[in-house]
């Protein structure tokens, strides 16, 4: 009798891994659909005071979608970088939207981070994002433009981090053309 459950937990233990690794690659295939060129899929920032902002509304604008959190070094230096160019580039229809991956009882340092920023933050509540994957890797980013296309996939980069030359090199061309 004890073989036999020994035998039917050591079944159920294989069957719990394999449905683990069948949802982590379910994960990675939604992350996978992302495609340069192609329209980004839907996603909306709750805002710390409330608001809620949609992707879809923000039709016309160049947009950076940024994954980042309190606990994350490379946010640190990521952060403050992006909100000045955010800052500089506001005129031209460029807009920012930090999802931060912290928890709800880290509210007060998230809020203490997002008032030093020039662009709306909020929690994003689940790492699950449809369409983006789980984020799992910290910072990411995402850059769509003003015609709701993805132009940039944070996955694809070797350093997560967006930097300065980045920026100048993927959004400042997007600004530069005339909206529709």
Known sequence: MLAVRHGQMKRAWRYLAVLVLLLAGMSAAFANELRLGQ???GI??????GRHISLDELRGKTVILTFWATWCEPCRDELPMLSRYAQEHAQDHLVVLGFSLDTPDM???VKKVASTLS???GLLGDPHVPGYGR???L???FVIDRHGLLVHDGWKDKQP???RDRLETVVTPLLDKPPY
């Open 119 to 121: 662009f709306p933050t």
């Open 39 to 41: 329209p980004a899929p």
């Open 107 to 109: 509210l007060d340092q």
């Open 161 to 163: 981090e967006l930097t």
């Open 135 to 137: 984020i799992w890797r």
């Open 139 to 141: 910072p990411v980013s």
């Open 44 to 49: 909306t920032l709750n805002t710390l005071d």
